[in-house]
C-alpha cells in the first residue's frame, strides 16, 4: 500500500478554511493557529504539486483542483470518523458480521424488513444469511456456522423459543387437473401426479416420509423453483401459505380442495447458537423478528 504524503490533519486543515471562509473563522473553529493552517494547506500544494486556491479581487476562492480535493478531502475526513466510531463499537463488543440461518418457510418480505430494521442500530454490520431447510438449519447450528437460527425442529444441546405457527396449504395451478377434478381430491388422485419437493439443505438429509405422497415426484433446491413449476401446471406442493400469498392473489395459484388434510401446520422456532455470549447485533434482531411475528400474529387473528 502506497504510503500518503498528507495527514488527515492537513486535510481537516483545508476543509476547515473552506468551510469557515478564511484562515482567521478556520483557526478559531478548530482551535489552531493560523500559521498551523497556512502550512498544512502550502504542503498539501507543495507536495502534491497542485494549486488550491487563487486571488479574485480581496478574496481567495478556490481553483477547479482545489474544489475536487476539498470534495474528496471531506470524504476523507467522514470515512475516517466513521472507521474510528466502528472501532469503538467492536471494542464495546458489537459484532462485525451477523451470521443468520433462517428456514424458507419464513415470510421472506418478513425477515427483509427485520434486517432493514436492524441496520438503523448496526450500518455497518455484515449479514450473511443461510436460506435453509429442515435438517440443513441445525446442522449449520451445531457446527457453530451461525449466531442465530429461525428453525422447524430445536437441535439437541440448544433452547429455543417458539417464534411463529406456519400454515400450510396444498396448492397449484388453477389448470392442474387436480383443481378441474369436479370433486374434492384424495389422496389417491394426489398419487397420480407430480409432487413439487424442496430438498433438505443438510447434508444428511432428514426424513420428509410424512410429506412425500407421490412417487411422482421433483425435487429441487430452490423454494422459487417450485413455485415457478406449480404456476407452469407441472405439479402440486404443501406451501407455506405467506410464501405464495402473491401467486395466489394473482391467480396463478390456487388452493387444492382436499378432501381431507387441506392445510398442515409447522412450528418455527427462534435458537441462539450462544445465548450468553450472543452479541448486540444478534440480540437485536431476536428481538426485532419476535415484535414483528407478535405484530403480525394480532394482525391476523
Avoid at 388422485?189 to 409432487?195: F, K, M, S, V, Y
Wanted: hydrophobic letters at 45%.
Amino acid at each position: 500500500m502506497e504510503h500518503a504524503r498528507i495527514s488527515l490533519e492537513q486535510w481537516r486543515a483545508l476543509v476547515a478554511v473552506v468551510e469557515a471562509g478564511s484562515y482567521a473563522a478556520a483557526a478559531e473553529a478548530i482551535s489552531k493557529s493560523q500559521s498551523t493552517l497556512n502550512y498544512a494547506v502550502d504542503r498539501i500544494e507543495t507536495l502534491l504539486g497542485v494549486e488550491l486556491f487563487t486571488i479574485e479581487g480581496r478574496r481567495s476562492v478556490l481553483t477547479p483542483a482545489g474544489r475536487t480535493l476539498y470534495r474528496r478531502a471531506r470524504a476523507l475526513l467522514e470515512e475516517s470518523g466513521q472507521l474510528e466510531r466502528l472501532a469503538g463499537r467492536l471494542a464495546a463488543g458489537e459484532e462485525a458480521e451477523l451470521r443468520l440461518a433462517a428456514e424458507i418457510i419464513f415470510p421472506t418480505w418478513l425477515l427483509l424488513e427485520c434486517l432493514d430494521a436492524l441496520s438503523v442500530t448496526f450500518p455497518h454490520m455484515r449479514v450473511q444469511l443461510h436460506e435453509s431447510v429442515l435438517g440443513g438449519t441445525s446442522e449449520l447450528l451445531t457446527r457453530g456456522a451461525v449466531d442465530l437460527a429461525i428453525a422447524s425442529s430445536i437441535p439437541p444441546g440448544f433452547v429455543g423459543e417458539a417464534l411463529m405457527q406456519v400454515r400450510f396449504i396444498a396448492a397449484a395451478a388453477p389448470h392442474h387437473p387436480l383443481n378441474r377434478l369436479g370433486r374434492n381430491p384424495n389422496l389417491d388422485d394426489l398419487r397420480q401426479h407430480r409432487h413439487l419437493v424442496v430438498r433438505d439443505s443438510g447434508s444428511q438429509p432428514a426424513s420428509s416420509a410424512a410429506w412425500a405422497v407421490s412417487e411422482k415426484r421433483w425435487t429441487v433446491t430452490s423454494k422459487a423453483t417450485s413455485i415457478r413449476a406449480a404456476c407452469m401446471g407441472l405439479g402440486f406442493a404443501w406451501y407455506a401459505e405467506d410464501i405464495i400469498r402473491r401467486e395466489l392473489e394473482d391467480g396463478q395459484l390456487q388452493p387444492l380442495p382436499l378432501e381431507k388434510g387441506r392445510e398442515r401446520y409447522a412450528t418455527l422456532y427462534l435458537v441462539f447458537a450462544d445465548a450468553d455470549g450472543a452479541g448486540p447485533g444478534t440480540r437485536r434482531l431476536a428481538e426485532l423478528l419476535e415484535a414483528s411475528t407478535r405484530r403480525r400474529q394480532a394482525a391476523s387473528s
